[in-house]
């Protein structure tokens, strides 16, 4: 048995856990906590150690998605859950501009501990306040070849198109990777 | 026995806080990697400062802070290297060549100028040793602390904000492609103009802060305006360590089983 995995990150609350629920064929493991501090009080509860789904592909083949704590004082799990991924998604919420840096923070810290292809998954994409993808993307610094994709967490087809283009990308960096 | 830690642990400006309230006298020394301060108090007022091995004689100060010229410094600088700064002081306000007040003003912002860098310093280890006075011969200033640590915190606030925003000095910077933008229609200052002088994807951010004699604060805060202003996007310095290619998803698995694995996967996928 192969097992893969991906990694869904972001900021405190952007809709990690939504996100591998809306998809995942058993009742992902979550690791929930009352959040005790005041300024990250915007929710009951968030995500401690880490969240995981499963999504079983064949008899000999297993995808794994961990969600990653959101709060930073549980950011030494980072490098822990990125070891040996295959790409990994940003999830941003599009309403709240204020974690918009903590994003970038995010995905450049990713990126420095395994420079796979990822993804950026703008969350709550159907609430009046989102933010546009365009104006999202100049805000996040992002540049043009990044993927930025509308995203509603608890949509699953619209969380199956962030996968699939996660997918897509990784297949691609294979390719032009094939000589090297 | 002496105060001794790590600005990583204390900040500088808690360090000078106690020198402040405690009304210290003596000298705090601060270093990192190949940088180092010297400071001395009296009384809990800062008197003196000097960075590294930069000239701190009163002729290189007051040429500094443009009260003497570029030829009246070498001047001075030929004639009185014997003379101690006491003196040399005494012998221009004699002669009415300048001011007392302009002398102290002027030594006043270099010391200010040197505690000021160190607000910039994440981590150092520093040594405060009582009871050490300034050099013999170097004219005392009385600066008092308060407003240098209220000023302090502002900039070391400022400076973990721009942290955020530009994490690494290693980076270079490159002008944004984009049609119809002109930089010379922009209203620079002079450090943004310098930083705009050295921006090629060969230099590093940290490359150009030496070449401008920027100090870190100074660097990200040019940095950030032009990247707000859109002038300049970050990029990976030429000649900088290309990040690994993708690890294979199987080890040891040949490049047709990788691309297989990643196509059963989006087959999965879909059909969910």
């Known amino acids: 048995m192969q097992t893969v995995k991906m990694v869904v990150t972001g900021p405190f609350n952007s809709g990690k856990t939504e996100f591998i629920k809306s998809v995942s064929e058993i009742a992902p493991v979550f690791t929930e906590r009352k959040i005790s501090s005041e300024a990250e009080k915007v929710k009951a509860t968030t995500t401690v150690a880490m969240d995981f789904g499963r999504i079983t592909v064949d008899d000999d083949l297993v995808l794994y998605l961990f969600g990653t704590p959101g709060q930073r004082r549980f950011d030494f799990m980072w490098e822990i859950l990125s070891e040996g991924m295959l790409g990994f998604i940003v999830m941003v919420d599009s309403t709240r501009p204020e974690t918009f840096r903590e994003a970038r923070n995010i995905l450049e810290t990713f990126r420095a501990y395994a420079p796979t292809p990822y993804v950026v998954a703008a969350n709550k994409q159907d609430m009046e306040d989102a933010w546009d993808l365009d104006d999202m993307r100049i805000t996040l610094r992002l540049d043009a070849k990044v993927k930025l994709l509308p995203c509603v967490a608890t949509d699953k087809e619209a969380v199956k198109n962030v996968l699939l283009e996660l997918l897509y990308s990784i297949l691609e960096e294979m390719e032009s990777g094939k000589g090297r | ?272």
């Open chain 2, 1 to 272: 026995m002496p105060l001794k830690g790590n600005l990583k642990d204390i900040s500088i400006t808690q360090v000078l806080n106690l020198v402040h309230v405690a009304q210290k006298t003596g000298t705090l020394t601060v270093e990192r990697q190949n940088e180092k301060a010297y400071t001395a108090f009296l009384g809990g007022k800062l008197a003196f400062a000097q960075y590294g091995q930069e000239d701190s004689s009163l002729p290189a100060i007051l040429y500094r802070a443009k009260k003497i010229t570029a030829s009246q410094y070498r001047v001075i600088q030929e004639k009185a290297r014997s003379v101690s700064d006491k003196e040399l002081g005494l012998l221009m306000v004699n002669a009415n060549y300048i001011s007392q007040q302009d002398i102290l003003a002027s030594l006043q912002m270099h010391c200010i100028a040197v505690i000021n860098r160190l607000f910039t310093w994440a981590e150092g280890i520093f040594q405060f040793e009582n009871d050490i006075l300034p050099p013999d011969g170097k004219i005392p200033v009385r600066v008092n602390l308060e407003n240098i640590i209220i000023e302090g915190t502002r900039r070391m606030k400022e400076l973990e904000q721009l942290q955020d925003e530009i994490p690494s000095l290693d980076i270079a910077l490159k002008f944004a492609n984009r049609p119809g933008t002109n930089i010379k229609d922009k209203k620079l200052n002079v450090d943004e103009w310098k930083v705009i002088s050295y921006i090629s994807p060969r230099n590093s951010i940290k490359q150009i802060a030496a070449a401008t004699k920027l100090s870190d604060l100074e660097i990200r805060r040019v940095v950030y305006t032009l990247l707000q202003a859109g002038l300049v996007e970050l990029i990976r310095p030429e000649g900088a360590a290309i990040p690994v290619p993708i690890r294979p998803a199987i080890p040891n698995a040949t490049h047709e089983e990788q691309t297989g694995l990643i196509h059963r996967l989006i087959n999965r996928i879909r059909s969910i």
